[in-house]
């Protein structure tokens, strides 16, 4: 687990000093993605530099250090990620003459590159990467990212710089970069509160979509201009297709079985490391799951990590410690409090480094850095829902969009006009004095809001359009932001989508493009880079994924409930009462907080928006329903707060890992307890 970060000038002369320099400034910037070890190779005569950082994970000797080189030394290579298959990968090599140095991943790659090319080899990686591989004979880069995209790689031109890194802050930390931000990127990100591939906040630059290449003629600049466009080495949406069209001709006994087999062996190949390796535990299905499967292969206590908030509701740390005990884990919990979380708010800007509002960064960012100072290596559940039908608003959202759907068209757009004929406070003001003689399912807060998106949802002639509305943060952004548009997602671009029977399955598709990759994924990627510690995630095997989808929706739904399957694994190991009950996330109490200890870092961050890209009146206006109590808007607004953190601390010093040691350590709180 590493960082990368690199260019190619077509400047007409180039030296020595300016390419370690610039490069330097890049790797400089992500120091808290590789702390044990940097590295920088420049070529002046082909205007190529290539950096990396370096967190040692497997061959922690100098044999490990990046940038490396093929044996022959036509190739120069910057990794990030594992790839877990590297041993079995290796003895094919040995077998076919290749020697060599030391025992990393890395080095493998590089001689599976000179054997079979980089595509097919690429092809045949089973792990979480992104890399950059420099053929000096033909003067070509290629890029490339995992499947699923688990590890992040942005690229774009600055004039005649064609630039690569991990993140945005080192993009941003070469000295020719300029970019303006892109309004249709925010659009996107104040609808779904991150910033869908292959978008990024700047204009001109770009994430490498999961799954593809990209390659680059460098002994040209108009050409090299012209031809870098990803191309895919494997496709999640065919792998989905295929699925449905060939389901599995098993018993649902059988398929549990292969599953069990199937999960058994990615756990088993991502727990090789030669650090100390741990797993975080929700006592979740999937997390749980999990770590029974480590703890089935380990002769010792697996250890486990878990946080918890004073706020019974969204307490979990409760249910971790009872799953925890059962599997006989090393177990350590931490319960968080607002302060806790206080301290941790003014790191997410530079930890991510373009806006990002799923507001349980904040507690993955705490239990990761409560995880490192234990172990290098944590695995996590992440994938499950996605990819097993977890979500419960895929039934929700089913059965609306099945109501809404059967209504003639001309009947659902006057509803819609009806609905949109009285503004939101006027619905929330009616529905409060009418709270006596309603039902409770309609006398909640937010009732304008939800009327409004209903009339929205109407309007809608797809299930796709229909679902990003039902799951939209702002449900107009344009309003927002003097009426920029938004550009294509799978949502709304039909030649994005998978050709898939049902509801559920389509729902689940556009998430493992959007959901998944873009803020979960990048949620964990990044909280636990910050604190340099690698995470994990079986259930995200490019395998479990291609099983899954050949298995029948009526395999993963039972009893109106998903990830039968998965709960027929960890019933092996765990009795079904200890994590049979409804779906909480990874939330924190947001709405409280932002009324009580939050209020006035909101209030200060807010003052900024007259200066800002938002336009000040609706944010206001919401910000007073919730200060009121008429509505609990704090995932709006944390949309918003978190934009204007991020924007506000662009250009201050201090790269993410030092902001983040900055932060009181947690064995100095007395809600920290280790060995329960």
């Known amino acids: ?130 890399f950059a591989v420099w053929d000096k004979e033909t003067r070509k880069l290629t890029l490339s990212r995992d499947r699923m995209g688990k590890k992040p790689l942005y690229y774009g031109w600055c004039g005649n710089h064609f630039l690569f890194a991990s993140d945005l802050n080192s993009v941003s930390a070469h000295p020719r970069f300029s970019a303006d931000l892109d309004e249709g990127a925010l659009a996107l990100y104040l609808r779904h509160g991150y910033i869908p591939a292959p978008y990024s906040i700047y204009r001109g630059f770009a994430k490498l979509p999961p799954g593809t290449l990209l390659s680059l003629d460098a002994s040209n600049f108009s050409r090299a201009r012209a031809g870098a466009q990803p191309e895919p080495y494997w496709c999640a949406r065919a792998a989905a297709e295929y699925g449905c069209a060939n389901p599995l001709d098993v018993t649902p006994d059988e398929a549990v079985d292969e599953l069990a087999g199937l999960l058994a062996d990615a756990v088993g190949i991502r727990m090789i ?44 740390a409760v249910h971790a410690r009872h799953v925890a005990e059962h599997l006989g884990t090393d177990h350590t919990e931490w319960y968080v409090t607002p302060a806790d979380a206080l301290n941790a708010i003014p790191l997410m800007p530079a930890i991510f480094d373009e806006p990002f509002a799923d ?11 409560l995880a490192r100072r234990h172990v290098t290596v944590s695995l996590s559940g992440d994938g499950g829902d996605e990819l097993f039908a977890g979500y419960s608003a895929y039934f929700t959202n089913r059965r609306s969009w099945g109501r809404y759907s059967s209504v003639p068209w001309p009947l659902r757009m006057a509803g819609s006009q009806m609905l949109l004929t009285l503004k939101t406070d006027a619905w929330d003001a009616l529905f409060t004095r009418l709270g006596p003689v309603m039902p409770s399912s309609l006398s909640r807060s937010n009732a304008g809001t939800r009327l409004h998106r209903l009339a929205r949802v109407l309007k809608q002639r797809t299930a796709e359009t229909a679902y990003r509305n039902l799951m939209s943060v702002w449900d107009e952004p344009g309003l ?21 029977p049902g509801f559920v399955e389509r729902m689940m598709y556009l998430d ?25 995630c079986p259930l995200l095997d490019y395998r479990v994924y291609e099983f899954a989808w050949r298995l029948p929706v009526t395999m993963k739904i039972r009893d109106g409930r998903g990830k039968w399957p998965l709960r027929a694994i960890l019933y092996r190991h765990v009795p079904p009462a200890l994590v049979d009950r409804p779906k909480s996330g990874f ?9 009580g200890p939050l209020r006035p870092w909101a209030e200060e961050l807010l003052s900024h928006l007259r200066g800002s890209m938002l336009s000040e009146a609706p944010v206001m206006h919401a910000w007073k329903k919730h200060q009121e109590g008429v509505a609990d808007l704090n995932e709006s607004l944390w949309t918003v707060l978190m934009f204007l953190a991020w924007s506000t601390s662009r250009g201050r010093p201090g790269t993410p890992r030092e902001r983040v040691h900055s932060v009181t350590t947690i064995e100095n709180h007395a809600e920290y307890r280790a060995g329960r």
């Open 480 to 500: 927002l932001l003097n009426g920029a548009g938004e550009p294509p997602t799978p949502f709304t671009d039909r030649t994005r989508r998978a050709s898939l």
């Open 512 to 536: 493992t493009m959007t959901y998944l990759p873009d803020d979960i994924l990048v949620k964990v990627d990044r909280a636990s880079m910050a604190v340099s510690l690698e995470s994990r």
């Open 587 to 595: 939330a924190i109490p947001l709405g409280e907080w932002l009324r």
């Open 1 to 130: 687990m590493c960082g990368l970060a690199g260019f190619i000038t077509f400047a007409a002369e180039t030296r020595t000093d300016d390419l370690v320099f610039a490069t330097g400034q890049m790797t400089d910037a992500m120091s808290h993605r590789g702390p044990d070890d940097s590295g920088v190779w420049v070529d002046p005569a082909a205007g190529i530099a290539l950096g990396h950082r370096r967190l040692s994970i497997i061959d922690l000797s100098a044999e490990g250090h990046q940038p490396m080189a093929s044996a022959d030394g036509r190739l120069m290579m910057v990794f990030n990620g594992e790839i877990y298959n590297f041993a079995e990968i290796r003895r094919e090599l040995d077998a076919l003459g290749h020697r060599f140095r030391g025992h990393s991943d890395t080095e493998v790659m590089l001689a599976a590159f000179r054997e079979w090319g980089v595509e097919v080899a690429t092809k045949r990686f089973n792990g979480m990467f992104a």
């Open 359 to 369: 507001s349980s960064q904040i507690p993955t960012f705490l239990v990761s850095q």
């Open 273 to 316: 490391a030669d650090v100390p390796l741990g797993a975080f535990l929700s006592g979740g299905i999937d997390s749980s799951l999990v770590v029974a499967l480590m703890q089935a292969r380990h002769s010792r206590p697996v250890k486990t990590f878990s946080i918890g908030f004073g706020e019974k509701q969204f307490n979990e």
